[in-house]
Structures are given as structure tokens and as C-alpha cells.
């Protein structure tokens, strides 16, 4: 159920009429409801609570999707860890309560700096993601006299039929260790001090919206546990990545029902420990971004709704071609045909062409829908716009979780050297 609903044609978060949230914190405005990241999150858990017991499996949220402190105490207040992919993200995810027990570190290009302080705080996990960074890990673990719980991150070749800019799993992208390649690194882990390598993990992409690419993933994944025990690797953990595709249009996402018997089946027989890194799933449809209409301008051909929000608070549509949805504060019928611009100086600073809406005008507002994830984790200062504020929803509460920025917070980043006078 969504929680983000028309009641008495006026759109609510939760119990609250986004135009009051709109009224009161300004737009463009980030708003969360914390029911239904809860309800995205119990999902999870209850899926796999149906195949297997508490203590096999770990849910890691994917903080790059979301990582505002508030949304990060919520899921660990559920239960749930943390995927990282950066010291910064680390600092939030402990920041928030969130043990170090519980956190993931994954990344194609982590920093020594990033890697000594994830291995000083004892993190569950690093998921290596190349040859040259095992032996640098290795290396700066002995020296610390600690030994590091490492997956090796491995790329099966699988195409995850996603968007070519969130595809991740196939030969010829950044990600992993080749799959075929992989029992040479594994069997040379063995030997390398500081190094524990009890796991594979793997992770094929975003916004899948059918189950077979996983499970050819998994397969392959599972082929290759039992390759690397009887080459003599002890290993007791696979990763399944990032979670399933979402709702933004008319996709329909396979159930974590059927996600979940499908791990029971392939993977579960190994009698592994067993990590998810949803990130997408848990927050995406949890969020909306709030915006008011500047006004209507009248082309040769075509009528723009400019709106005060732009590509710089949500980046998606001008990244991938990402449609979110536009719904107007105060449900109406659709008469007119708009393209949803942005104030930005970007042609690609568009989030509609040809969308049926109500007649709109200066000051209406309206939600973009469905930007919980990967939206203000995204957003920039470009054309000086100071970062849009966050708000969370409970019931029939709304609390500031993080403030707007100011232009004056913006010219205060910036130094003029003395000799330019
Ligand atoms: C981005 C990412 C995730 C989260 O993916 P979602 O599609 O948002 O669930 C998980 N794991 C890794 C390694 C990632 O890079």
C-alpha cells in the first residue's frame, strides 16, 4: 500500500497534506513517510523471514540510495545494516546508530584512507572488487594485525536488462572480478595475510524488473561456492547485491515473495550466511519532491510548466531519461499537455514532454513522485541552488531532517585570493 494517497482529491503523505509541508518548509521540499520505507523495509525481512531463520541473513540498506541520518536511524531502528560505498557514508551509517557489525563496503575505487578506517571500526565485510586492491588490503590489514572478512566481488557477465547507465554486471563494465578468473584470486587469498575471503558477492545492476537475470547471477554464483570450497576456500557468506526494480511508470517489479523462494532454492542449499543491499526498493517510493509551479509559458508549439524545482534537486531525468511522475497537489481532471521544465540553464533540464495535467498555474504545487532514492543524495549546487531541505513524515507528524541550505552557506565555501585584490 502506498502511502502517499488523494484523500478528499487533496494528495497526503501518511496524515499530512503535502501542501501544508509545502507551506511551511518551502519548496522545493524532500518528503519521506516513514511508514512506508518501514513497510519496504518489514518486506524484505518477512520474505526471508518465510525461507529462512533471522540469524542467516542480513539486510544491509543501500545508503548511497538515501543517507540522510534520519532515514539511516529509521532502518536501523528495523533492523537493518548497511551497504557503504565510501568513508563518508561510513561516518553517516555509524553516526546513525547503525553498529559497524552490520556495514557492507562496497566500491570499485576505495581510497587507503577509506579502507584503514573501515578496517580499524571492524566493519562485517569489504567487498573487493579487484586483484590490486586485495594485495592493498592485505598489506594495510598485517600491518594493523587485524584480518579482514573480505567478498570478492565477481562479475558474472549477465545482462540485468536495465538502463545501460545502471547496468552493472557484464564483462565490459568497471565492476568485479571476471567470474572465470575468479578461483586464481580466491586460491591466492588463501595465502595472503590479514585477508579472510568467507565470501562472494555480486551485484548486476539497478531497477530490475524481472527475476531471470538474478537467477542466472545466482546460479553462476553458486557453481562457483562450490569450485572454491574444494579448491580449499572456507566460504560461509554470498552477497546478493542490490534489491529489485520499483513502480515509477508501469513497471511491474516481481514480488520478494518469489525473489525470496528463488534464493531459497539456488542459494540457500550452500548453507551460507546470506547479504542483500537494497537500496532503491526500501526508500524510492517512500519520497516525493515537492515543487511549486513558477509559472506558464506559451511556445510557438508547445506550453512549459516551469516549476521552482530543477535537474540540480533531482538529476534522474536528465541522467538516465528517469520518468517520475508529476502529481498536483489538489487532484483535478486533465486538460492540458505540458512539458515540465526546470528554471536551469539545461535543455536537459526536463522532467515531462507532452504530460497530461490538470490546468496548472503560478504558485499550485505538485509532487514529483517516486524520488526517494537517488534523488537528493544526487542533487547539486549547480546555477548556485542551494540544496533542497528533507522532511519526514510519520502519521501525523513532519519534522525537518535536514535544513535548506542558503546561498550565504554557498559563498561562504568560497575563497578570493589576496592578490586578486
Ligand atoms: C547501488 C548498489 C546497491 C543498491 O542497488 P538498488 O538497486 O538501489 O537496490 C547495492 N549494492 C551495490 C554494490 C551497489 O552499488
Redesign the pocket.
Known amino acids: 500500500m502506498l502511502t502517499t494517497q488523494y484523500k478528499n482529491k487533496k494528495l497526503h503523505m501518511e496524515d499530512v497534506a503535502l501542501e501544508t509541508l509545502a507551506e511551511k518548509y518551502g519548496t522545493p521540499l524532500y518528503c519521506y513517510s516513514a511508514a512506508q520505507i518501514t513497510q519496504n523495509f518489514n518486506a524484505y525481512r518477512d520474505a526471508f523471514l518465510k525461507v529462512s531463520a533471522p540469524e542467516n541473513f542480513t539486510i544491509c540498506y543501500?545508503t548511497?540510495?538515501n543517507s540522510n541520518l534520519a532515514v539511516l536511524r529509521l532502518l536501523g531502528g528495523l533492523g537493518a545494516g548497511a551497504?557503504i560505498?565510501s568513508g563518508g557514508e561510513m561516518a553517516r551509517a555509524l553516526a546513525a546508530g547503525i553498529p559497524a557489525s552490520k556495514i557492507v563496503f562496497?566500491?570499485v575505487g576505495k581510497s587507503e584512507d577509506e579502507l584503514r578506517a573501515a578496517i580499524a571500526k571492524g566493519i562485517f565485510q569489504i567487498?573487493v572488487e579487484s586483484e590490486e586492491e586485495l594485495v592493498q588490503l592485505s598489506a594495510l590489514a598485517a600491518k594493523m594485525k587485524k584480518k579482514v572478512p573480505v567478498s570478492i566481488?565477481v562479475n558474472p557477465d549477465v545482462d540485468a536488462k536495465t538502463h545501460a547507465k545502471?547496468t552493472?554486471g557484464k564483462k565490459e563494465n568497471k565492476?568485479g572480478v571476471d567470474i572465470d578468473r575468479a578461483p586464481a584470486l580466491y586460491k591466492k587469498a588463501l595465502k595472503m595475510p590479514g585477508i579472510d575471503a568467507l565470501g562472494v558477492?555480486v551485484?548486476i545492476?539497478?531497477?530490475?524488473t524481472s527475476l531471470t537475470p538474478f537467477k542466472r547471477a545466482y546460479e553462476r554464483v553458486a557453481e562457483l561456492v562450490v569450485k572454491l570450497r574444494k579448491q580449499g576456500n572456507d566460504i560461509r557468506r554470498v552477497d546478493l547485491?542490490?534489491?529489485?526494480?520499483i513502480t515509477y511508470k508501469d513497471e511491474t517489479p516481481p514480488d520478494l515473495t518469489f525473489y525470496a523462494l528463488m534464493v531459497r532454492d539456488i542459494i540457500m542449499p550452500l548453507n551460507v550466511h546470506v547479504v542483500m543491499?537494497?537500496?532503491?526498493?526500501?526508500v524510492?517510493n517512500a519520497g516525493v519532491l515537492l515543487s511549486r509551479v513558477r509559472g506558464v509559458k506559451k511556445g510557438a508549439s508547445k506550453k512549459f510548466l516551469i516549476l521552482d524545482a530543477a535537474m540540480n534537486d533531482l538529476m534522474r531525468p536528465a541522467l538516465y531519461d528517469a520518468y517520475h511522475a508529476i502529481w498536483p497537489a489538489r487532484l483535478a481532471a486533465a486538460k492540458e499537455t505540458y512539458d515540465v521544465v526546470g528554471p536551469v540553464c539545461e535543455t536537459g533540464d526536463t522532467f515531462h514532454i507532452g504530460e497530461k495535467l490538470p490546468a496548472l498555474k503560478a504558485g499550485d504545487v505538485v509532487a514529483l513522485m517516486t524520488s526517494g532514492?537517488?534523488g537528493a543524495v544526487m542533487s547539486s549546487n549547480y546555477n548556485t541552488r542551494p540544496l533542497a531541505p528533507e522532511v519526514l513524515v510519520s502519521g501525523k507528524k513532519s519534522a525537518l531532517i535536514r535544513r535548506a541550505q542558503t546561498v550565504e552557506d554557498l559563498l561562504k565555501q568560497d575563497q578570493i585570493p589576496e592578490w586578486l585584490g
Open positions: 543501500a548511497k540510495a551497504d560505498v562496497s566500491g567487498n566481488r545502471i552493472t565492476f558477492a551485484h545492476g539497478s531497477q530490475l547485491g542490490g534489491g529489485i526494480g543491499e537494497p537500496g532503491r526498493s526500501i524510492g532514492a537517488y
